[in-house]
């Protein structure tokens, strides 16, 4: 930590913060220069609030140096990790796929849908049983009911399934029929839920809180690998702005300082991202390019009567065609799909 001292900040303010640093832990290595003091504050100590020197008498300015979060970051790890599930890898060489409706709405329903994911040559086909809707009045999802449906489509196919967790009470209900947990952006600081997914042994997808800050986002996986599970991947799906003509603000830049930071994958999520259907193809293609380990794309054969997010979701053609797409893409910065 560095504190940068007011230009007249006086010797018994600058000896006050000292000793507070020192009481605190802190090994203490003052600079003063004509004008300014500058105090290095060194000792490893994540969860220090440096509110508590920001406002003793003197300070100008406080500036962490060290990332509060330590199994998440590249210092930590300084390989990436590599999520193995049932031999489909998250976050090696290849970008996986992971496609499907927003919602499961039918036995029928996800059956197609699980036909053209594997058609594309994904292997991880997603579809929400549990519905994180902004309205109680909208569709909330089929329960336990989709989530057999899912995994039967699932394995008809040769597909690891993907789906969302709302509560800790659902985690034993999903259990079963899932492969990779995915915590939404409503949730990625619901703590007591995703303490408890990090005592899971199932890989866990977490999305990117509609405001959150990349640093509450890692810190959201460190409490994760804190309890112990070491397979979790973050989601790029968007955050909020001042932009109206896409659903959500898709932050690109999320995917390589997240690389820089962390050893965890990074998937994108190009659907809710953007929200509008023919904005998904250039983000995915963009996500490639950027970076991605993998891509969460939501799919639908008839978008005007989806349960949910309709808008946003690709038609069958155009998403066998985005992937076509996507392969040449993959292949010019040495990686492949699938
Ligand atoms: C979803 O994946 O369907 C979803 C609700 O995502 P998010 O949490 O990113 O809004
Ligand atoms: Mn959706």
């Known amino acids: ?46 969860d220090f609030d440096t509110r508590k020197i920001r406002i003793l008498d003197g300070v100008s300015d406080v500036y962490r140096v ?16 590599v999520i193995n599930i049932k031999g489909v890898e998250i976050g090696g060489d290849s970008v996986a796929i992971m496609a499907g409706p927003c919602s499961i709405e039918s036995e029928d329903q996800i059956y ?19 519905k994180p809707r902004s309205s109680p009045y909208s569709f909330q999802g089929l329960g336990e009911e989709g989530l057999k449906y899912i995994k039967a489509a699932a394995d008809e196919f040769g597909l690891l399934v993907i789906t969302e967790v709302m509560q800790i009470s659902q985690i034993e209900t999903i259990y079963p029929y899932t ?35 990349i640093e509450e986002w890692l810190m959201s996986a460190e409490y994760m690998l804190a309890s112990g599970n070491k397979d979790i991947m973050l989601c790029e799906r968007g955050i909020r702005t001042f932009e109206t003509y ?25 659907s809710h991202a953007t929200g509008i259907r023919d904005q998904v193809p250039p983000m995915a293609r963009a996500s490639i390019a950027a970076g991605a380990d993998a891509l969460m794309i939501e799919i639908h054969d008839d978008p005007a009567n989806a349960f949910s997010d309709g808008p946003q979701a690709l038609l069958p053609d155009t998403y066998l065609q985005l ?6 893409i993959a292949t010019a910065i040495g990686r492949k799909i699938n």
Do not use: C, W
Request: hydrophobic share 45%; no cysteine.
């Open 112 to 130: 197609r849908m699980a036909e053209i994911v594997a058609k594309s040559g994904a292997k991880i086909l997603r579809g929400g049983a549990f």
């Open 179 to 213: 492969d990779i947990f995915q915590v939404g952006a409503r949730n990625m600081q619901n703590f007591a839920l995703i303490k408890e997914l990090g005592n899971v042994d199932k890989a866990i997808m977490l999305k990117r809180g509609l405001s959150a800050t």
């Open 66 to 81: 060290t990332a509060p979060f330590k199994l998440a970051s590249r210092e930590f790890n300084e390989d990436n990790t």
């Open 1 to 46: 930590m560095v504190v940068i001292l007011k230009n007249n900040a006086t010797d018994d303010q600058i000896n006050g913060v000292i000793s507070q640093l020192e009481k605190y832990g802190f090994q203490v290595n003052v600079s003063k220069g004509i004008q300014k003091t500058i105090i290095g504050a060194i000792g490893v100590k994540p």
């Open 323 to 328: 992937i076509e797409e996507l392969k040449v």
């Open 246 to 270: 896409t659903r959500n603000t898709f932050d690109l830049s999320a995917i390589p300082v997240v690389h820089k930071k962390s050893h965890l994958p990074v998937v994108a999520d190009p």
